[in-house]
């Protein structure tokens, strides 16, 4: 299973999640163009991966939800990088408030970031893939699209429209080598946790949940996308993978 050599582009690529997997795929000898709204974030992921990325670390500031402006500044980069082999669509937005507090504008501003920022990663790095015929494309969904989570509905509605993605791209670009999977993250331990009020509670309500009885790490999530964006599963596609230490199982 390998991913040396590869071109993989990573939206939310500075994050909790984001900055261990990025340095994840540095190490195994990838190319990373890691894309982040939080320049700080981006110039803290830069500094990690001091020593680790040998020229392979590329950084974009991009606000998603300016499409037009994310469209122009990733087709720039792509095309200086000879082209994407892996996308990653992980940058997200979860408000969480009560359904009839939400006007339908805060509803699109989730789906423009949450989806159709995607759409355009995707549509970037496409022709490229279709012309090398082999891509890899994984959509970061969330376990919440299963149910059980109140206050999230624009967040779970933009999680269930990637699922959804997975599925159509999957059938339509696979005769041109291209595979397209999702990964359903469990409650993994970030910042957004730090903010409960009863850390301790929270730690004992998701082991009471997962099957397995330990908290998830990053590494768990950046093992699992260096799979699906390897040859070894170059015969999964349409799939969603739960990481999630067997919370959710359908």
Not at 32 to 37: G, S
Not at 224 to 246: C, E, P, R, T, Y
């Amino acid at each position: 299973m390998s991913i040396q050599g590869k071109t993989i582009l990573y939206t939310g690529a500075a994050g909790g999640l984001g900055l261990p997997a990025t340095l994840h795929f540095l190490r195994a000898g990838a190319t990373v163009l890691a894309v982040d709204h939080d320049a700080a974030k981006l110039s803290a992921l830069t500094d990690a991966a001091a020593g680790i990325d040998a020229g392979r670390l590329v950084t974009l500031a991009a606000d998603l939800s300016d499409l037009d402006g994310f469209r122009s500044l990733l087709s720039g980069q792509a095309a200086a990088l000879g082209g994407l082999d892996v996308v990653i669509n992980n940058a997200a937005i979860y408000p969480a408030k009560p359904f009839d507090d939400y006007s339908i504008e805060e509803h699109q501003a989730v789906q423009r970031v949450n989806v159709d920022a995607g759409i355009v990663a995707v549509q970037v790095a496409l022709p490229g893939m279709r012309g090398r015929g082999w891509g890899r494309i994984i959509n970061i969904a969330s376990i919440t699209f299963y149910g059980g989570w109140a206050n999230l509905s624009p967040y779970v509605a933009s999680k269930g429209a990637l699922v959804g993605l997975t599925r159509a791209w999957a059938r339509e670009f696979g005769p041109h080598g291209i595979t397209v999977n999702a990964i359903s993250p469990g409650a993994f331990p970030t910042d957004a946790e730090k903010i409960h009020p009863d850390p301790e509670g929270y730690t004992r309500f998701v082991l009471d949940h997962q099957a397995v009885k330990r908290r998830g790490h990053p590494g768990d999530i950046a093992e699992a996308l260096a799979f699906l964006a390897s040859d070894a599963a170059g015969f999964i596609s349409g799939q969603v993978l739960n990481v999630d230490g067997g919370w959710v199982m359908h």
